[in-house]
């Protein structure tokens, strides 16, 4: 328990960071204008190449990039992917149930966005400035652990449970991008909002005496839930089906903050 408190704490402060970020971003935009016209570049740098700081706070063993290529002076094509994995410590609200010893556990993720550079907002052509953008990405995770159950003789029994999560998502995003000297930019999305499509599928390899299949694998869903904000409060009433799915659309959220060098 008290490893689970300090995960969870360790996951909240990195919230607060990164929502103390986006705000310091989004306050500073107001003077960005006047730190982008320090610097007009002598040569046209139309390629970056980012590194995704969020991710490295959000997942386990993260390591995402990005692609933009600046196309006219007003937009950007941008494209990320990238290797990612969920936290591993998960708490079941299933009596005389654990689920640990992950055997296995792995994770990526792919999209793509296009900007529009706000012309009448920025003083400088792409990739300078305020810029909306659709999107569009998706998420994939995968995960192999032992779950373990004590029936009502007392008898411990253990089987292999098999996970695979998929995220679906496409909306609009609000972001500025700072340029730092001749080559260096952050990339800082403010607000994202998506319809997205959430599936989780869990199965339990073998039977165990005295439980329920499908309640264990819905309490190991729900127990996923509760490592994305407000998921547990906004997916459907359905629950899971026979094959061990639930799947539902739901309101998601992107948001991240990128570090890039030009070229």
Same mark, same amino acid.
């Given at each position: 328990?008290?490893?689970?408190?300090n995960? #969870?704490? $360790?996951?909240?402060? @990195?919230?607060? @960071?990164?929502? =103390?970020?986006?705000?310091?971003?989004?306050?500073?935009?107001?003077n960005a !204008?006047t730190?982008?016209?320090?610097y007009?570049?002598a040569?046209d740098f139309r390629?970056? $190449? #980012?590194?995704?700081v +969020?991710?490295?706070i959000?997942y386990?063993n993260a390591?995402?990039v990005?692609?933009?290529?600046?196309i006219?002076?007003h %937009?950007?094509?941008n494209i990320f992917?990238?290797?990612?994995?969920l936290?591993?410590?998960?708490? =079941?609200?299933l @009596?005389?149930?654990?689920l640990?010893?992950t055997?296995?556990k792995s994770g990526?993720s792919?999209?793509?966005?296009y900007k529009?550079?706000l012309?009448k907002?920025?003083k400088y052509?792409?990739?300078?400035?305020?810029y909306l953008a659709?999107f569009?990405?998706f998420y994939?995770?995968?995960s192999n652990? +032992?779950? /373990? %159950? /004590?029936d009502?003789?007392g008898t411990?029994?253990?089987t292999?449970?098999?996970?695979?999560?998929n995220f679906l998502n496409?909306?609009g995003?609000?972001?500025?991008q700072f340029?730092?000297?001749k080559?260096w930019v952050?990339? &800082?999305? *403010?607000c994202?909002?998506?319809? /997205?499509?959430?599936?989780f599928? +869990?199965? *339990?390899e073998?039977?165990?005496p005295?439980?329920?299949?499908?309640?264990?694998? !819905? &309490?190991v869903?729900?127990a996923?839930?509760?490592k994305?904000?407000l998921l547990?409060d906004l997916s459907?009433?359905?629950?899971?089906?026979?094959?061990?799915?639930e &799947?539902?659309?739901s309101?998601g959220?992107?948001?991240?903050?990128s $570090?890039?060098f030009?070229?």
């Amino acid at each position: 328990m008290k490893q689970r408190n300090n995960k #969870k704490g $360790i996951v909240c402060d @990195a919230r607060y @960071a990164i929502l =103390l970020i986006v705000f310091v971003v989004a306050a500073f935009c107001a003077n960005a !204008q006047t730190t982008d016209s320090l610097y007009k570049p002598a040569k046209d740098f139309r390629n970056t $190449i #980012k590194l995704n700081v +969020t991710s490295r706070i959000l997942y386990d063993n993260a390591f995402m990039v990005g692609y933009e290529r600046v196309i006219g002076k007003h %937009h950007g094509l941008n494209i990320f992917a990238g290797y990612q994995e969920l936290p591993v410590n998960i708490n =079941l609200n299933l @009596a005389n149930t654990v689920l640990r010893g992950t055997k296995k556990k792995s994770g990526y993720s792919f999209g793509v966005d296009y900007k529009f550079y706000l012309s009448k907002e920025n003083k400088y052509d792409a990739p300078h400035g305020l810029y909306l953008a659709p999107f569009v990405n998706f998420y994939s995770f995968i995960s192999n652990r +032992t779950l /373990t %159950h /004590t029936d009502s003789t007392g008898t411990l029994g253990s089987t292999n449970v098999n996970t695979k999560i998929n995220f679906l998502n496409a909306g609009g995003e609000l972001g500025y991008q700072f340029v730092l000297g001749k080559r260096w930019v952050i990339d &800082a999305i *403010l607000c994202g909002p998506a319809f /997205t499509h959430y599936n989780f599928h +869990t199965k *339990l390899e073998n039977p165990l005496p005295g439980l329920d299949e499908n309640e264990a694998a !819905q &309490a190991v869903i729900d127990a996923l839930k509760e490592k994305f904000p407000l998921l547990n409060d906004l997916s459907s009433d359905k629950g899971i089906n026979k094959s061990g799915t639930e &799947a539902f659309w739901s309101v998601g959220f992107r948001y991240n903050v990128s $570090i890039g060098f030009r070229f």
